[in-house]
């Protein structure tokens, strides 16, 4: 640890970059311990398709820790530490994990009519229609559900599907899986504070806002980091403007989250003092708030960007981290819409 770096999460950075490792092949166990390290790289892991485990709180000497993992609802087993070990030994010895059998998304065209029957139940459950995404990320995610179900064939899982509704709802979150941070790659942003906004600031007019739209906006810290980026240029060039950002995601609990701005200590990792000190209220359980003026500035959204209509009149479209999970004419339909929602000579990012 170097000397006065503030906030210390070795488990954070030790989660995200075993998932950046072992992807699928991960295990992260949350067990006793104080503040809420690992509930950030715990996401980290499940992004990349990973288990998660934490200990079930009341059996932990300090419940900090794990209480906050489950607190971000993507756990997949809450234990005691004497259960986990049958957990693990059943779930490593499954077919599709130890590698026994064949991976499902090899036998998924073969299957057509089942997979047609879970996407009925994800759309009515989620009104979302997942049969739009590549075939082999529906196909981890479900392998992943199979695993820890403890079912090996594809029409077991379904009639645990029909069986357990909560079963569909997991599903359909873990599909959904929405890892995100303030400024998420670093290098992007600074093209993008350099080279991008201080043009969408100079050509702006006083009596027309910098419309802008953050397409997949997930819990909101890109929507956020656009808009601080935005007002601090703002403030730079000594201009009056109004900023309307449009932040939309197809997952309801997402942007519930986003609105409310409130966000874990942890952001102080991923955010300059400087940002935190000028656009965050700290609050006194020590998380931070984001403060009115940034808040107003973003509207967020129920939105499905492959069959809603867009926006228009933009000058920046963000959509990152979304596309690579769409089979190709979604990919060309969103593209198409984009295209059609930004002004001539405005940006994509």
């Known amino acids: 640890k170097a000397p006065d770096s503030g906030l210390n999460l070795p488990i954070d950075v030790f989660f995200r970059s075993l998932s950046e490792d ?37 059996s932990a000497k300090f419940d900090g820790m794990p209480k906050s993992s489950i607190k971000t609802g993507i756990v997949d087993f809450i234990l005691r530490p004497e259960d986990m070990g049958t957990q693990l030994s059943k779930y490593i010895q499954h077919p599709l994990v130890s590698g026994k059998s064949g991976a499902l998304r090899d036998d ?7 997979m047609g029957e879970i996407f009925d139940l994800l759309k009515l459950k989620s009104d ?17 559900r199979m695993a820890i179900k403890h079912v090996t064939t594809l029409r077991e899982y379904l009639s645990t599907l029909f069986k357990y509704s909560h079963e569909v709802a997991t599903l ?3 599909l959904l899986i929405g890892v995100t941070r303030f400024f998420r790659d670093s290098a992007a942003f600074d093209m993008l504070q ?4 201080p043009k969408l600031v100079e050509k702006s007019k006083l009596d027309e806002p910098i419309r802008i739209w953050v397409a997949a906006c997930s819990s909101g810290e890109e929507a956020y980091s656009i808009s601080m980026l935005v007002h601090k240029e703002i403030t730079k060039q000594d201009k009056k403007r109004t900023v309307k950002i449009f932040a939309t995601d197809v997952n309801p609990d997402a942007i ?27 609050m006194p359980d020590g998380s931070y708030q984001i403060i009115k003026s940034i808040r107003h500035s973003v509207v967020f959204a129920t939105h499905n960007m492959i069959i809603d209509p867009p926006f228009s009149n933009l000058d920046l479209v963000t959509c990152r981290n979304v596309l690579i999970y769409f089979q190709h004419s979604a990919q060309k339909r969103v593209l198409a819409s ?10 994509l990012f």
């Open 22 to 58: 072992q992807q699928h092949r991960a295990i992260g166990i949350i067990l006793s311990g104080t503040g809420s390290d690992g509930s950030r790289g715990i996401k980290a892991l499940k992004e990349a398709g990973a288990l998660v485990i934490a200990q079930q709180p009341d």
């Open 108 to 114: 998924m065209e073969y299957s057509q009519d089942v």
């Open 128 to 144: 979302i229609d997942f049969s739009k995404y590549k075939p082999s990320t529906i196909a981890r995610r479900i392998e992943r």
């Open 172 to 174: 359909s979150k873990e």
């Open 194 to 197: 350099k080279e991008v906004i």
């Open 256 to 282: 519930a989250e986003a609105g409310v701005g409130n966000y874990s200590a942890e952001i102080a990792h991923d955010i300059s003092a400087d940002f935190l000190a000028s656009y965050f209220d700290q």
């Open 338 to 347: 984009f295209h059609f929602a930004l002004k001539k000579h405005a940006f």
